[in-house]
């Protein structure tokens, strides 16, 4: 997450240029991607090529490997990925192996897939949030999530980046740096903003290294890095997926999410990782426990619903100049049937967010650091003393003022009720004043803030390229629990839209 609620998308207004002390990749010429097409396939094409025969998931993973080691590694060098897993290929050998014998899983049976490194697995694979001070004996168990992806055959090809301890190391840390896995770089413009914390997830979906990423947000670190490396990201309602197993900061707000370059597939691997998770804080309603959300994907979605979006952009205000493209697919959705209604979203501007961030990272990252054994850092003063010893060039100022503060567990829960049912009510408000099924913004709308800290569900799609080839996107939120109407009226644009581009490793 970026611990100031408003930083993330302030770096939306343009190209954030930083310095890149892992090595900055040649500006003299634009790199080329090696593309066979299975990169891009997408999973139903993937699971259509091996029923035909003409391709199985060795196959996949090799050539995705190839591809990490040409672009993230070298070339380009977008440094998304932190570490692949070498059990990869044995994983993938398998799922073949029942394949041919006729049993699939599902879906996501022989896809590959990648993890933000704040999600436990108990393997080869370190999970240490990109702190060196977590590496050393991997995690005990999986996360809930990642054993319901296992158990649904997908291949976890390895980790991916992030902005170190989910951004909340310094607010001076540069988007997509971490200590562990230094400068992840935005496949699009390769001097731009990432943005985080989930740089890696987004990037490597991006740039063609799996089909599938999942990354986390506590505030933007899903919706951020999807919008400026051009793909889809899904914020579910708080608790909807289980944070078992993931490095916190606060539970009030933390959540995994789907990272994918459709909505379809992102809707496929929320299907996957969903479960009841008797150890999560959050239970989600009975009615949806078994849902399937690629039920409501249909082309006609938007025919008939009603929408909210940013008064700014009625029609002839001249901030319509400023986001073009954004312009562009409010056209869109009201040609597909769509009714638009401009509305006003406040930004309640909630007080002491910060602190109850530092709160909360004091409560559970402590319970989380009792799981993990054979590391430097089992404590919050480990993990302060170690980073003070340690030769990087970043501060940990939210660390320590985590550390600092004192800590009431009463004062904390009436803390976070108030801020989340105060950006609850501004969405809720205008949901019940104008009878919306949902509402959409731009990147500079208060909803990058609002949707977050009310725990409201949120996702993120393409809308094109702006001048100088950064993406563009499209934010749906709605009420808690809407994630599956959301999914609808996001695929219901993507379908009209067909916005999504891919990169060109442009200097």
């Known amino acids: 997450m970026d611990v100031t609620l408003n930083g993330c998308m302030k770096r939306l207004a343009g190209i954030a240029l930083f310095s890149m002390a892992a090595g900055v990749a040649s500006a003299s010429a634009q790199t080329s991607a090696p593309e066979t097409g299975l990169e891009y396939l997408n999973v139903d094409e993937v699971n259509q090529w091996m029923d035909r025969g003409q391709l199985n998931s060795v196959m996949l993973v090799r050539h995705l490997l190839e591809r990490i080691d040409k672009l993230d590694k070298n070339g380009p060098a977008i440094n998304a990925i932190i570490e692949l897993n070498p059990d990869a290929l044995v994983i993938a050998e398998a799922m073949d192996r029942e394949r041919k014998g006729g049993y699939t899983r599902g879906p996501l049976h022989g896809i590959p897939v990648l993890l933000k490194d704040n999600i436990d697995t108990s393997d080869q694979m370190q999970t240490s949030a990109g702190?060196?001070?977590?590496?050393?004996?991997?995690?005990?168990?999986?996360?809930?999530?990642?054993?319901?992806?296992?158990?649904?055959?997908?291949?976890?090809?390895?980790?991916?980046?992030?902005?170190?301890?989910?951004?909340?190391?310094?607010?001076?840390?540069?988007?997509?740096?971490?200590?562990?896995g230094?400068?992840?770089?935005?496949?699009?413009?390769?001097?731009?903003?990432?943005?985080?914390?989930?740089?890696?997830?987004?990037?490597?979906?991006?740039?063609?290294?799996a089909p599938l990423t999942v990354g986390t947000e506590t505030s933007g670190s899903i919706s951020c890095p999807a919008s400026m490396n051009g793909v889809v990201g899904i914020k579910p309602t708080v608790g909807l997926l289980s944070r078992s197993g993931i490095i916190p900061v606060t539970h009030k707000l933390d959540t995994p999410g789907p990272m994918a370059r459709t909505v379809r597939d992102a809707a496929l691997l929320l299907n996957a990782m969903m479960g009841n998770d008797v150890a999560d804080p959050v239970q989600k309603p009975h009615n949806l426990e078994a849902v399937d959300f690629t039920t409501l994907l249909r082309p006609d979605a938007l025919v008939g619903r009603r929408i909210g979006y940013p008064a700014k952009f009625d029609r002839g205000n001249l901030p319509?100049?400023?986001?073009?493209?954004?312009?562009?697919?409010?056209?869109?959705?009201?040609?597909?049937?769509?009714?638009?209604?401009?509305?006003?979203?406040?930004?309640?501007?909630?007080?002491?967010?910060?602190?109850?961030?530092?709160?909360?990272?004091?409560?559970?990252?402590?319970?989380?650091?009792?799981?993990?054994?054979?590391?430097?850092?089992?404590?919050?003063?480990?993990?302060?003393?170690?980073?003070?010893?340690?030769v990087e060039c970043h501060n940990q100022d939210n660390l320590i003022a985590a550390s600092k503060i004192v800590f009431d567990e009463q004062t904390?829960?009436?803390?976070?009720?108030?801020?989340?049912?105060?950006?609850?009510?501004?969405?809720?408000?205008?949901?019940?004043?104008?009878?919306?099924?949902?509402?959409?913004?731009?990147?500079?709308?208060?909803?990058?803030?609002?949707?977050?800290?009310?725990?409201?569900?949120?996702?993120?799609?393409?809308?094109?390229?702006?001048?100088?080839?950064v993406p563009t996107s499209v934010y749906f939120f709605g009420p808690r629990w809407s994630d599956a109407r959301l999914l609808a009226l996001a695929y219901g644009y993507e379908q009209v839209s067909h916005a999504r581009r891919v990169p060109v490793f442009k200097p």
């Open 131 to 180: 702190s060196l001070a977590l590496v050393g004996q991997p995690a005990a168990h999986d996360a809930f999530i990642v054993q319901r992806l296992r158990a649904a055959g997908a291949v976890i090809l390895g980790k991916t980046n992030l902005s170190e301890w989910a951004h909340f190391r310094d607010p001076d840390l540069p988007s997509g740096w971490s200590g562990r």
């Open 182 to 209: 230094g400068q992840t770089k935005n496949p699009h413009v390769l001097s731009g903003d990432p943005c985080g914390s989930s740089s890696g997830s987004a990037a490597a979906v991006a740039a063609g290294f």
């Open 320 to 390: 319509l100049l400023t986001d073009p493209h954004f312009s562009q697919a409010l056209e869109l959705m009201q040609a597909a049937g769509a009714t638009l209604i401009p509305v006003e979203l406040i930004d309640p501007l909630s007080e002491k967010v910060g602190e109850a961030l530092q709160m909360g990272l004091k409560r559970d990252l402590p319970r989380y650091l009792t799981t993990r054994t054979g590391v430097p850092a089992l404590t919050l003063e480990d993990l302060l003393l170690f980073n003070a010893g340690s």
């Open 412 to 469: 904390y829960n009436q803390l976070w009720q108030k801020i989340q049912s105060e950006n609850a009510a501004a969405i809720d408000q205008l949901l019940t004043t104008h009878q919306l099924d949902a509402l959409v913004s731009d990147v500079e709308s208060p909803a990058m803030n609002v949707v977050p800290l009310a725990g409201y569900p949120g996702i993120m799609v393409p809308s094109g390229l702006d001048d100088d080839g």
